[in-house]
């Protein structure tokens, strides 16, 4: 398929404000999350989505991946509104678009082993039980972690591992769409580095669209193709990656690159650097 494998058109995401006795009063308003936002991401993008904390971020993943509705305007994955495909529960929509959070490996069972908790996750995409344990397997490959790792509960594994876990569980979707978001922040910077190296070899060999959000443009730059620049719920600057860092046109994208340290052009993420010094995987 040739068109944008997502789409937002003219997308607001509002809150009521206020309690029960404010609408009684006439009193209650509105917060608006997400402003009328106009997106095309197309397959096999690899889109930074960055801006100051509340600038929309999560919501604007959270409506993508079908937590939340939009208050008005449409999505559209593939060109077919997500609205229509949700009225199908268990239709391949969900399948399709997978997240991973800051901190997907507390997401895990406590009380289930890895290997569990992955089989149970293919046994929802269909895989048939004979070849669950053999796909587990597989996926813990590529994340990088060995099959010892299987018959472990998720308070035996270190962060960095449960993370690559949660990243083994949304991948056992085989999913078109990946949405991280902060998927590293909880991580020390070594670990940061090995799990961003391990989602850009992902993206090229599995082919994924990865949106990915990320208060650290160092990392958006050594990772992402394309970036996406949200101030107040609105989208103020979008384009390549490396243009838009290098040639910030939005004055509010130029402070976010001034405001980093001794700024960014020509750095790579610390993560990454620290990767090619440490890195097992990637
Ligand atoms: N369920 C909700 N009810 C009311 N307001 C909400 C709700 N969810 C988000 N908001 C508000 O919407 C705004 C955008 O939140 P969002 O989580 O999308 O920001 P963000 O850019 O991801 O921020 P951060 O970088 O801190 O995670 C914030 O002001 C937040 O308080």
């Given at each position: 398929m040739s068109g944008p494998i997502l789409a937002l058109r003219g997308v607001t995401k509002s809150y009521p404000q206020g309690g029960l006795l404010d609408r009684l009063l006439g009193r209650a308003s509105n917060f608006v999350a997400l402003d009328d936002v106009t997106l095309q991401i197309a397959r096999g993008d690899v889109v930074g989505i960055v801006g100051e904390s509340g600038s929309g971020k999560s919501t604007l993943a959270s409506l993508a991946v079908g937590l939340t509705r939009p208050t008005t305007g449409e999505i559209l994955l593939d060109g077919e509104p997500l609205a229509a495909l949700m009225r199908d529960h268990a239709g391949p929509w969900r399948r399709r678009i997978q997240m991973v959070f800051q901190d997907s490996g507390s997401a895990l069972n406590p009380r289930k082993t890895i290997a569990r908790c992955l089989a149970q996750t293919l046994a929802l995409r269909g895989v048939p039980r004979a070849t669950r344990e053999d796909e587990s397997m597989a996926l813990l490959a590529l994340v990088g972690l060995g099959s010892e790792m299987a018959p472990r509960l998720p308070h035996e594994l270190s962060g960095g591992q449960r993370q690559r876990v949660g990243l083994a569980r949304a991948l056992a979707m085989k999913p078109d769409i990946l949405i991280a978001d902060e998927?590293?922040?909880?991580?020390?910077v070594s670990l940061q580095a090995q799990v961003i190296n391990l989602l850009s070899r992902l993206t090229r060999e599995l082919g994924l669209t990865l949106l990915f959000i990320s208060h650290d443009l160092a990392v958006v730059r050594t990772l992402c193709t394309r970036i996406i620049v949200m101030r107040k719920g609105r989208i103020v600057e979008e384009g390549p990656c490396l243009d838009v860092l290098a040639r910030p046109a939005h004055p509010y994208t130029q402070l976010l690159i001034s405001s980093v340290p001794k700024g960014i052009a020509g750095r790579r993420a610390p993560a990454a650097a620290a990767a090619s010094a440490t890195s097992s995987v990637g």
């Open positions: 998927p590293v922040s909880s991580l020390d």
